[in-house]
Each structure stands twice: as structure tokens, then as C-alpha cells.
């Protein structure tokens, strides 16, 4: 699937994979495989961007995808985050979608807001944001519609 298909199709809070199409390096060319495991990964879809214009400068649509957390002891230190430009030439598939009756939690409301949960139920999410002190959050249920939709357009995650 192309970058413009998940941007237009795949839903806020789908696990989505990407890949160049290159065979895995073994494991004893660990630089090879770094770079490698670079261009073929997967990640939850946390935003989609529009496009925007900065000064006389036109940025072209855009998607974000959240690939991993590092810390310890329940401290988050580093999150990555990849952003993929709407012309990007790698390969992108849809591995899991939002479930109904997940609640997606938002930092805030708008355009620019950017997934920080997803969660199984509204408890869930209650309780996640009293830990995690969002205080604009926005809390947004997976529907029925939204699942129907993926279905009869033929968008079900393989």
C-alpha cells in the first residue's frame, strides 16, 4: 500500500508496517541490519497533517507513526516517532486497527492533536490520564460506523 493510502484510509490509532522491499540482512551484519531495520518497521498511527504552508514554503501532507519507547523503571526518556511525507517510496500495510469501543486519547482537541493512548474502554482511559496528567486531553470512542466502513470498503487489517 502506498503513503497516500494509509494518510487517507487507515485510521488514528492502526498499527501500520512499512518496508522497502529488501531482503533481511543476517544478524552477524549488524550494520547492515541496523540500517535495514531502519527502513522496516512498525509503529501505532498517532497524526495525520495536512497540508500547510509556512511563509512562501508548501509542506506537502504528512503522517506520523509512534515505533517505540525507551526508558526504565516506567520512565519514559525517548519516544520515536518516524513522519512519512505522502511521496514516500517505501511499502506500507495496516497490520491492526482500533477495535469498537476503544477510546483513543487525544493531548488536545483540533487538527494538531496527536495520539498518546489508546485504550480498551472509557475506565481505561480515565484511568490512564489521572497517571499521565494530560490536562486538555480529548477522548474519542472507535465507533460502529468507523468499523462497518472498514469492512465494507474492503480495508480489514490481513
Known sequence: MF???I???APIGSIVAWADGTPRPPERHRKKLAAWENRNSKGRLIHKQGKAG???VCLSPEFTLHEGDFGAN???TIRIHR???LDSNLIFKVIERPQLGHIRVFDRAGDNAELVHLAANRQAAE???TR??????????VTADEVAADHVEGRAAA
Do not use: K
Request: aromatic share 18%; glycine share 10%; charged share 20%.
Open 7 to 9: 494518510y487517507e484510509r
Open 74 to 76: 516506567g520512565v519514559i
Open 3 to 5: 503513503a497516500f493510502l
Open 127 to 129: 484511568e490512564w490520564l
Open 132 to 141: 499521565h496528567g494530560y490536562p486538555n486531553a480529548v477522548l474519542e470512542e
Open 83 to 85: 513522519t512519512f511525507s
Open 54 to 56: 509556512i511563509g512562501n
